[in-house]
């Protein structure tokens, strides 16, 4: 069995290939950028490929069985899902574990979930077995506040205090090996979280608790957060996280019973702490 795995350079997808290789299992990673190739574990064939341009797909697609796929926020997302759908079919792909996001009510007017609706939608239509896998809020988001939470002691993600059930992103890997491997998962869909709702100011607290200084919730300002951040990211993206932001304030991003039991199965053990996430945090960036 050879594996496609498309977005191997980002976090979830760096996981997904490394628990392939560590079953055996043939591994092809696909990246946008020649330069990344050499990025890959030894064993693993890199392919360049550009979900924008289907032309470039159908060797990147030859031969191979099952998909990973994740489709990048990106203004072109919608055209990019529906072309790895088109390009799996056509190559005779057997299976696609597609990582999507929650579908909570009223979340459907958060650009980048509605997107991932529409790809939804074709990759059932298409006929070809899948898993769709809803990852909560990611712990590894918190990476990109290093210098707001260690230079200005100020945790800068604008999250609310609803909360959410956020999940490691090393457990979204370990689901989508299990579902690529193991049989019992095909055309179903699974929410993934952690065990624990965690909050703005609660994660504060956390990381407080772990530099053993205080650390300051930002708060709930969407207007200071887009000024700070449109330094880092186009205005088309902040306006997109202030609409999400904006749904995590009012309602969070709570977990039901019902989803943690079922989660287990497809995940293959209890999830990730955030406590132990944040401790590996701080060490590194300590050092």
Known sequence: MTVLVIGATGGVGRGVMSGLVGQGVTVRAMTH????????????????????????LAKAFSGIEQVFMMTPLSQNEIQMGLNAVLAATMA?????VYLSVPHPEGSD???????????????????VAHTILRPNN????????????????TYPQPLGN?????VD???????????????????????????????GDSIAAKFSEKLGREIRYAGDD?????????????????????????????????????????????VGHPPRSFDAFVTELVEAWSS
């Open 33 to 56: 950028y020649p330069a990344k190739l050499d990025q890959f574990p030894e064993g693993v064939e890199g392919c360049v490929a550009d979900l924008v341009a289907k032309g470039s």
């Open 92 to 96: 005779g792909v057997k299976n696609i």
């Open 109 to 127: 007017n958060i650009p980048h979930f509605k997107n991932k609706v529409l790809i939804e939608r074709k990759l059932k239509e298409s006929g």
């Open 138 to 153: 990611f712990f590894q988001n918190d990476q990109w506040g290093q210098a707001a939470i260690m230079a200005y002691n």
């Open 162 to 166: 609803v909360g959410l059930n956020r």
């Open 169 to 199: 992103s090393r457990d979204v890997a370990d689901a989508a090996v299990n579902a690529l491997t193991r049989e019992g998962f095909e055309n179903r869909e699974f929410a993934l979280h952690g065990a624990e709702v965690w909050t």
């Open 222 to 266: 969407l207007e200071a957060w887009a000024k700070q951040s449109q330094h880092m990211m186009p205005a088309w993206m902040v306006d997109n996280f202030k609409v999400m932001y904006q749904y995590f304030q009012q309602h969070g991003l709570l977990a039901s019973e019902e989803e943690l039991a079922q989660q287990e199965a497809i």
